[in-house]
């Protein structure tokens, strides 16, 4: 079982920028790979970008393709996601999610994959 905690939420106009950070512990971290999901209110739990367990691959949503970028530091256990051109339909709490298995190589892009949630960060961007 890997801990994950989520920091770099708030409030921000819509245009502006913001960075979530995902520190991991428990287990070996640089063998899953993770993910960022949000869930607005109301709504169900969505993907929004995920990375390799080697870093080298990355995936988007079509909603945040070319906004936003995830990149992974195997050797602090962190994962970030950064975060330009904000909308108010950004709006959401958004988890930090480890797969379930390790050394897989297809995206990660499903919830139903991870093995682990943080607690999640509220982003909010006013109009």
């Known amino acids: 079982q890997v801990q994950l905690v989520e920091s770099g939420g708030g409030l921000v106009q819509a245009g502006g920028s913001l960075r979530l950070s995902c520190a991991a512990s428990?287990?070996?971290?640089?063998?899953?790979?993770m993910g960022w999901f949000r869930q607005a209110p109301g709504k169900a739990r969505e993907f929004v970008a995920a990375?390799?367990?080697?870093?080298?691959?990355?995936y988007y949503s079509d909603s945040v393709k070319g906004r936003f970028t995830i990149s992974r530091d195997n050797a602090k256990n962190t994962v970030d996601l950064k975060m330009n051109s904000l909308k108010p339909e950004d709006t959401a709490v958004y988890y930090c999610?480890?797969?379930?298995?390790?050394?897989?190589?297809?995206?990660?892009?499903?919830?139903?994959?991870?093995?682990?949630w943080g607690r999640g960060t509220q982003v909010t961007v006013s109009s």
């Open positions: 428990g287990r070996t971290f640089g063998n899953y790979a």
């Open positions: 990375v390799s367990w080697s870093g080298d691959s990355t």
């Open positions: 999610a480890a797969d379930r298995l390790p050394y897989r190589s297809s995206s990660f892009n499903n919830a139903d994959r991870s093995g682990s």
